[in-house]
């Protein structure tokens, strides 16, 4: 058998698998897979470098896939490989099984990314590249000279996330990234003529990309584009694979089903199933097989790859050598331990808005922190991200010796590609914008939660006091919302996101301590634009690592309890004082984190919020943001409708947001 007719067999037995995949689940897309089964098979076999024997070796090269419905494609060419066995391909979509609908990372069967809503994983490689560039600057080419690879369909370039990727990748210039377009002109539910007529590639060569247009369907053309992108030193690189859709399916009759919508998302069915398999040269009987012929191939790119690695390897080893303080400084990075950092050298004033005790812990940490990349979507000077930028400088192409990426007003784009940085690993992300802006990010916390990514979301004009700008720019419900995603737990029982709202400016640094310290879960951190008052002298702040702590009265026989996070608190000890004088008892609750409270000993939490209690809550979001802390018999004073444009103590007064409003609630509260 001829090399070229051995690399369409084996690209055939990767559509037998796919489509057998689907038919034993009665469910998925096999379309797509066995359009793009050429591709992959070259990619694979051919031009990916990873160490076989060491999947989470630092200088693999990595592939990202975005069409996540795509996976019966991922899963066969990784049989190939020996990262799944035939049986567990059977298991597609089952319970308890490694091959899920769509693929969840697992970096030791070659997975690298979470791959589901469309657009997200291509962007999740251009975050990579970065990090492979920003770790290239720091530690040489000897050790970060790998590629990163992303497959992405029609419905990822149709995703408006892929403007502000393609945008990005093509300013930064990152030549380290080579994107397959699976462009088979055919979607779910319409062909794509019907939604989409634009010029694809003139659109990515305007954003600074090297553009290929090629049948994506054969091998030669395949293996000619990857070789000159490997070899672009200046351009990321799309490869425009024009392939067909259902490549070698056959119907019932025996006539092509070949660019049919109905072979995008069910199983071909019946005759039409065994009429393709026979078609491709497998036993609709026995479907799940490794041609021999087939096997021998990746046995010998396998045996290829130990020459590869082993020359990288020696590389490596002669550059630690040479470098032993870089060295120590890349294993420390890719060791996914939290960093060091000497929380001390913060210094906080006294009433500060908590974002600018934000931009003073993000200060040190640009100091402390040499692998911390931070982040803005055009807001850095205002969400105080600027705090960390006014210690190092701005990414750009060419020159990624800097750690702050600007990303422009592009905030889903951003999220997603600080997740990518912290998938290549050996980076520590964080990103900034404003807290009303996180609507825009939610599909990426999500994946982010799902991935157990520990990237800091930094969201500041955390509330109504936003002011003048008016409703459109007031977070009202926007903590109800992560808050939400703070109960839901993650594969492993922790919280799937760790959220924070400090009550001041001392609290923030615990906060900002507990979430570089966090290195399992994403962290969101909400903070203020306006200023807010200390909290009581001889407040214990170590106190809020445990969630909620008592800032006031903790010594008083109470008659009630005043509980809230971040802004309000000082209210409600304004408040407090006013109460006082008419001879009532109170206790001061700041709850920064209801999750991590949650999480303590129900000893712990009795003592703070003991049952029987009557407890008064304030929020400026939502009621229901408090309702679980203050019990049945509680009562929670929050916001009612959204915001409105006025400076922000006219809305405090307005709104009820005022000692004398607290004083007038809680004496209602307790007459009743």
Known sequence: MNERNLMNKAADNIRILAA???????????????????????????????????????????????????????????????????????????????????????????????????????????????????????????????????????????????????????????????????????????????????????????????VMTINGNDVDEIRKALTAAQNEKHRPTLII?????????????????????????????????????????????????????????????????????????????????????????????????????????????????????????????????????????????????????????????????????????????????????YLHGGVIPACGTFFVFSDYMKPAVRMAALMEVPIKFIWTHDAFRVGEDGPTHEPVEQEAQIRLMEKLKNHHGKDSVRVFRPADADETTICWAMAMENMETPTALIFSRQNIAKLPSGNDYEQARKGAYVVAGSDENYDIILLADGSEVSTLVAGAELLRKDGIKIRIVSVPSEGLFRSQSKEYQESVLPKGSKIFGMTAGLPVTLEGLVGANGRVFGMQSFGFSAPYKVLDEKLGYTAENVYKQVKIFMEE
């Open 241 to 421: 694979g024009k392939t067909v859709m259902g490549k070698g399916a056959l119907k019932e009759d025996g006539t092509s089903y070949e660019h049919s919508i109905k072979t995008h998302g069910a199983p071909l069915g019946g005759e039409a199933y065994v009429n393709t398999i026979k078609h491709l040269g497998g036993d609709p009987e026995n479907p799940f097989q490794i041609f021999p012929e087939v096997k021998d191939l990746y046995a010998k790119r396998a045996e290829e790859l130990k020459k590869i690695v082993a020359e990288r390897y020696a590389i490596e080893k002669k550059w630690a050598e040479e470098n032993p303080d870089k060295a120590a400084l890349k294993d420390e990075w890719f060791s996914g331990n939290a960093p060091k950092v000497d929380w001390s050298a913060v210094v906080q004033k006294e009433g500060a808005a908590t974002r600018a005790a934000s931009a003073a812990c993000l200060s040190v940490l640009a100091e402390q922190v040499p692998n911390m990349i931070c982040a803005s979507a055009d807001l850095s000077n205002s969400d105080k991200t600027d705090g960390f930028l006014k210690k190092t400088t701005s990414l750009a192409k060419d020159d990624f010796t800097g750690a702050f990426f600007q990303v422009g007003v592009s905030e889903l784009t951003m999220a997603c590609m600080c997740i990518g940085m």
């Open 20 to 210: 057998s995949m689907v038919e034993k689940a009665k469910s998925g897309h096999p379309g797509g897979a066995m359009g793009g089964a050429d591709f992959i098979n070259v990619l694979f076999s051919e031009f990916l470098i990873y160490d076989p024997e060491n999947p989470t070796w630092s200088g693999r090269d990595r592939f990202y896939l975005d069409p996540g419905h795509m996976s019966p494609m991922l899963y066969s060419a990784l049989c190939l490989q020996g990262k799944f066995t035939l049986e567990e391909l059977s298991q597609f979509r089952q319970w308890g099984s490694p091959t899920p609908g769509h693929p969840e990372r697992d970096i030791n069967r070659g997975i690298e990314n979470t791959s589901g809503p469309l657009g997200q994983g291509h962007t999740f490689a251009a975050g990579a590249a970065v990090a492979e560039k920003f770790l290239e600057a720091r530690l040489g080419k000897e050790v970060m000279q790998h590629k990163i690879y992303a497959y992405i369909s029609d419905g990822g370039i149709e995703e408006e996330i892929s403007q502000g990727t393609g945008r990005l990748a093509g300013i930064l210039g990152l030549n380290n990234l080579i994107m397959f377009y699976d462009s088979n002109d055919i979607q779910l539910s319409t062909e794509c003529s019907a939604v989409m007529d634009e010029d694809t590639a003139a659109k990515y060569e305007a954003w600074g990309w090297n």
